[in-house]
Structures are given as structure tokens and as C-alpha cells.
């Protein structure tokens, strides 16, 4: 029976993507799951976006974010879009297990959109069942929000559901909904689809589509289409460099994985490191290790050549120079990057009077940890807690005296700085963090989520949403894992 005073959640949808031609999508509901029961509502995202978290968390709620209900005002649809897939051509991709269900204007005035994972085939499906699982649904909730408490643009997580089915695997696992938010979800591999359709009038729709909605300083201007590509080209330097800060892998830097808003997006495997190794993977299906750690610059530039490729027939009639220009543009991205990079790793060691000899300093550390085999998050951190009490950073690397000429030198640099020691350990304090989602802490929350205990999983939201400061309990949160607790290979789960 209806109660009058059932609350309803109401989206105050305005669906731009949906108004576009009918060729960039597939226009369908999502398929209804058997039994909708909730995961999470994640309320802060909620209210940012002008919805009521009860409302969500209610049966009507629920019914919506499992897919067995279409909200008023929604225009459900999977997008279309093509990619390199591990540098292979795949010339069509698109919403094989999601649907965009609308767009809803935040209170910062910013246009989101709503999306479900997992949410049923869609014409995009190719071989799959259009499902997610409950491990990965978890895993891309845990760790975009844990980026997003990091300060990296990431799509967030509105809310999970479990659906009641098994889904098939490697065996039988229980079927779940994420429902994802994104700045949008134009990849570059949007672009591709239409540039190898020879489609121009569609290219020309989407470069204008992509200005309006994530560049609109753009707009108007002299030539639209090639500031489109340097603004695009800067954002994901910027994007890729805060990655790197982090030690975060991404793991399928593939074009249809790499948003033009210049967000990270599409969590599969991804993952952060504990101890440093530049050529980290933990990806199972990246045998070569094209998206290890320090490769991940050079494959965002590899994609973005991908892009520049992609709008050449939006860059001038005259071919030739159109290609100089894309050139041109793609050329600024190592010093975009590594500008990015050399400013965020001297804030990182708390380096404020620039030195010629920057770079070298910070790769010299980066060499002894790697060889030291010392914790990419720890060391950063025990650095910050230079001059106060805390555990020295030197018993993080397997030969302490390995590190005390490099810390001599760094104290040396320090020392020479007016900046008291107070107001740089704060400062560091609040961009290394304390916390990071470790691959078992995810994998623990999980584990314990897949026996039906969601407790854990709650707890590492709360510790990750402030990565900044000292966790409660620390000797859980924070330290490196146990050999038996390493995990060692991620899945992306499809
Ligand atoms: P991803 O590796 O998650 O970025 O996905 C790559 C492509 O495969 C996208 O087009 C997805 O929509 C599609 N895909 C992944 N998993 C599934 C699935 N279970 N069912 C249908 N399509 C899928
Ligand atoms: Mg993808």
C-alpha cells in the first residue's frame, strides 16, 4: 500500500547528451534486477547534487538505482564511443553495461551526470552480460572516492546496490549497481568513433558539446577547436602528474578510459602502490606492462595523439597544417607534464626556493626507494614529520644508511629555507597522505562485504574520506601489508 508520506526522490534532470543527434547513442531503459536492496547512499555527494539521501535510501530509491525504475525526468541512454584497447583499434566500444540515466546541475552550478553501472546489455554489449559484480562495484567506490578525498578529479560514487542475482564469472558472483557521477563521460574515444565514421558534422557537434559543457572559456574564440585540444592536453598532464604524486596505477589507460573533462575514470584494476617500483602493475591482463606506474605519462600522450587525430578535420581544411598544429600542440605535453610533476614532487618534500638541481634530488630518492624497497606513502609522509617526533624515515628502506646522505642533503635544503619548521610540516602533513586505499585494506572490505558484513567497507570510507590526517588506528590504516596480506594481482572484474 501507498503511504502519503513515502518520500519520492526527485532529480532535477536537464539532459543535455540526450538532446544530441540519435547516432551518439542508444536510447533504452535499464533491465530490472530481481531482488534491489542497498549497499550505501553516499550522502554528501547527494546533497552536492541537490537530492534528498533519504529519499535515495528509500524502497523507491533503491528501485531506482538498481535500474527497476526510471526516474521522472530521465532520458535513459548508453552512449556510443570506440578505442585503442592495449594500442589495438576497436572501432566500436560505447555503454555496454551502463546507462546514463540524466544530468543534474550541482550546487556549484556544475552539470553531473547520473550514471548506472552494471545495469543490464545495452546494443553495446558485444559478449557481455552488461553486469557488475559486488568486489569491483566496491572497489571503484572505494578507490574514486578515496581520490576524490585526495583532491584528484575523479567521477564519484553515488550509491551501491546489490541485485539479488549471481552473476557468472570465473564462478558465480553476486550481481551489484554502482551509480556513478562524472563532469561527463565524452572519452576520446567518443571522438574516435565519429573521426573513423568520417562523420565530421558529428565531430564538429561533439568538439562543440565537449567546449560549452567543460571548457566554456573557450567558446567564441579565435580557433575553438585547437584550444580545445591544448586545454584537453593540459588537463590530463595535470590529471596524470597528481596520479603520480600518489602512487596510483591506473591500470587500462586505454582511449575509451581517458574522460576529455579530464577526470579519472573507469576503475577496473587500478590500484595503489605500497613500495615504490616505477614499473609497478598489478593489472592481471597487462602482461606487458604498458600502464605500469611510470609509463602512464607516455601512454596519456600516446592517447592524446590518438585525440589529436581524431579532430584533425575540425582543425583547418588544409590537411597538412592541420596536422603540424595537432603536432604542435601534442609536443607541449612533456613539459606541461613534467612541470606538473617537478612542482608537486618539491611540494612533496617541502622544497619552496626552486633549485636547477630539483629534478635530480627527487629522483635520486626515488631511485634509493626503489632500491631500498621502501613504502611510497610512508616515506613521503615520515618526511613530512621532519623535525617533530615520529619514526624516522631511514628504517623504511631495507639499507637505512642507503638514505642518510640523500636526508643529510634534503635537511641541508630545509635548513637553507626561511620557512619555519611548523608551517612546512603542516603544509606537507596536508598533501602526503596518511592513508591511501591499500590493495588489502580494499581487498579486506570486500571480502568481508561479499560475506554480507558491510562494516569494514564503512570504516574505510570514513578513514579515506580524510587521507590527510592520522587515523584512529593507524597501526591498521597505515602500514604496508604482511607478505600474506600483499595482494598482488588486480582484475577488472567484467
Ligand atoms: P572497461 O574495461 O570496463 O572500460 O570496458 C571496456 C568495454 O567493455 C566497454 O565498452 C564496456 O561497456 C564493455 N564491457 C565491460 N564489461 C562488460 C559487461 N559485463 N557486459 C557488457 N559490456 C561490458
Ligand atoms: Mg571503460
Given amino acids: 500500500?501507498?503511504?502519503?508520506?513515502?518520500?519520492?526522490?526527485?532529480?532535477?534532470?536537464?539532459?543535455?547528451?540526450?538532446?544530441?543527434?540519435?547516432?551518439?547513442?542508444?536510447?533504452?531503459?535499464?533491465?530490472?534486477?530481481?531482488?534491489?536492496?542497498?549497499?550505501?547512499?553516499?550522502?554528501?555527494?547527494?546533497?552536492?547534487?541537490?537530492?534528498?539521501?533519504?529519499?535515495?535510501?528509500?524502497?523507491?530509491?533503491?528501485?531506482?538505482?538498481?535500474?527497476?525504475?526510471?526516474?521522472?525526468?530521465?532520458?535513459?541512454?548508453?552512449?556510443?564511443?570506440?578505442?585503442?584497447?592495449?594500442?589495438?583499434?576497436?572501432?566500436?566500444?560505447?555503454?555496454?553495461?551502463?546507462?546514463?540515466l540524466g544530468e543534474v546541475v550541482d550546487r556549484q552550478g556544475r552539470r553531473r551526470d547520473v550514471q548506472l553501472k552494471g545495469s543490464g546489455p545495452t546494443p553495446f554489449s558485444r559478449m557481455g552480460d552488461g553486469r557488475a559484480v559486488?568486489?569491483?562495484?566496491?572497489?571503484?567506490?572505494?578507490?574514486?572516492?578515496?581520490?576524490?578525498?585526495?583532491?584528484?578529479?575523479?567521477?564519484?560514487?553515488?550509491?551501491?546496490?546489490?541485485?539479488?542475482?549471481?552473476?557468472?564469472?570465473?564462478?558465480?558472483?553476486?550481481?551489484?549497481?554502482?551509480?556513478?557521477?562524472?563532469?561527463?563521460?565524452?572519452?576520446?574515444?567518443?571522438?574516435?568513433?565519429?573521426?573513423?565514421?568520417?562523420?565530421?558534422?558529428?565531430?564538429?557537434?561533439?568538439?562543440?558539446?565537449?567546449?560549452?559543457?567543460?571548457?566554456?572559456?573557450?567558446a567564441g574564440g579565435d580557433r575553438p577547436y585547437h584550444a580545445l585540444f591544448e586545454a584537453v592536453v593540459g588537463r590530463q598532464a595535470k590529471l596524470v602528474a597528481q596520479w603520480m604524486m600518489i602512487g596510483f596505477i591506473h591500470g587500462v589507460m586505454n582511449t575509451d578510459n581517458m574522460s576529455v573533462a579530464g577526470e579519472t575514470i573507469d576503475y577496473g584494476p587500478c590500484a595503489f602502490m605500497d613500495i615504490y617500483h616505477p614499473d609497478t602493475v598489478y593489472s592481471s591482463i597487462d602482461h606487458a606492462g604498458r600502464y605500469a606506474f611510470s609509463n602512464?605519462?607516455?601512454?596519456?600522450?600516446?592517447?592524446?595523439?590518438?585525440?589529436?587525430?581524431?579532430?584533425?578535420?575540425?582543425?583547418?581544411?588544409?590537411?597538412?597544417?592541420?596536422?603540424?598544429?595537432?603536432?604542435?600542440?601534442?609536443?607541449?605535453?612533456?613539459?606541461?607534464?613534467?612541470?606538473?610533476?617537478?612542482?608537486?614532487?618539491?611540494?612533496?618534500?617541502?622544497?619552496?626556493?626552486?633549485?636547477?638541481?630539483?629534478?635530480?634530488?627527487?629522483?635520486?630518492?626515488?631511485?634509493?626507494m626503489a632500491v631500498g624497497e621502501a613504502d611510497f606513502t610512508l616515506t613521503f609522509r615520515r618526511l613530512s614529520q621532519f623535525g617533530a617526533d615520529g619514526e624516522p624515515v631511514r628504517d623504511l628502506f631495507k639499507d637505512p644508511t642507503a638514505f642518510d646522505a640523500w636526508g643529510l642533503r634534503w635537511q641541508g635544503r630545509l635548513r637553507a629555507e626561511e620557512r619555519p619548521d611548523a608551517v612546512r610540516r603542516a603544509a606537507m602533513l596536508a598533501i602526503n597522505p596518511a592513508v591511501i586505499p591499500r590493495n588489502h585494506l580494499v581487498e579486506e572490505a570486500i571480502q568481508a562485504a561479499v560475506g554480507g558484513d558491510f562494516t569494514v567497507f564503512e570504516r574505510l570510507l570514513s578513514v579515506l574520506a580524510k587521507p590527510f590526517d592520522d587515523p584512529a588506528d593507524p597501526a591498521h590504516y597505515m602500514v604496508p601489508p604482511r607478505p600474506d596480506q600483499v595482494v598482488h594481482q588486480t582484475f577488472c572484474g567484467t
Fill in 134 to 218: 559486488l568486489g569491483p562495484v566496491l572497489r571503484e567506490y572505494i578507490v574514486s572516492e578515496a581520490m576524490a578525498g585526495l583532491g584528484v578529479p575523479t567521477t564519484r560514487a553515488l550509491a551501491a546496490v546489490t541485485t539479488g542475482e549471481q552473476i557468472r564469472r570465473e564462478t558465480m558472483l553476486p550481481g551489484a549497481v554502482l551509480t556513478r557521477v562524472a563532469q561527463g563521460h565524452v572519452r576520446v574515444g567518443t571522438f574516435q568513433y565519429f573521426a573513423a565514421r568520417r562523420d565530421g558534422d558529428a565531430l564538429r557537434v561533439l568538439a562543440d558539446y565537449v567546449i560549452d559543457r567543460h571548457y566554456p572559456e573557450l
Fill in 296 to 368: 602512464q605519462s607516455r601512454v596519456a600522450h600516446w592517447n592524446l595523439a590518438c585525440l589529436g587525430q581524431a579532430l584533425l578535420p575540425l582543425l583547418g581544411d588544409d590537411e597538412e597544417a592541420a596536422v603540424e598544429d595537432a603536432q604542435t600542440i601534442l609536443n607541449g605535453f612533456p613539459a606541461l607534464y613534467e612541470a606538473a610533476w617537478l612542482a608537486g614532487m618539491r611540494a612533496k618534500l617541502g622544497l619552496l626556493d626552486p633549485h636547477d638541481n630539483d629534478a635530480e634530488v627527487v629522483k635520486e630518492l626515488l631511485q634509493l
Fill in 1 to 100: 500500500m501507498n503511504s502519503p508520506l513515502r518520500t519520492e526522490p526527485s532529480f532535477p534532470f536537464d539532459n543535455s547528451y540526450a538532446r544530441l543527434p540519435d547516432r551518439f547513442y542508444a536510447k533504452l531503459a535499464p533491465t530490472p534486477v530481481p531482488a534491489p536492496a542497498l549497499v550505501r547512499v553516499n550522502d554528501g555527494l547527494a546533497r552536492e547534487l541537490g537530492l534528498d539521501p533519504v529519499a535515495l535510501a528509500s524502497p523507491e530509491g533503491v528501485a531506482i538505482l538498481a535500474g527497476n525504475r526510471v526516474p521522472s525526468g530521465s532520458s535513459p541512454l548508453a552512449m556510443a564511443y570506440a578505442g585503442h584497447q592495449f594500442g589495438s583499434w576497436v572501432p566500436q566500444l560505447g555503454d555496454g553495461r551502463a546507462i546514463l
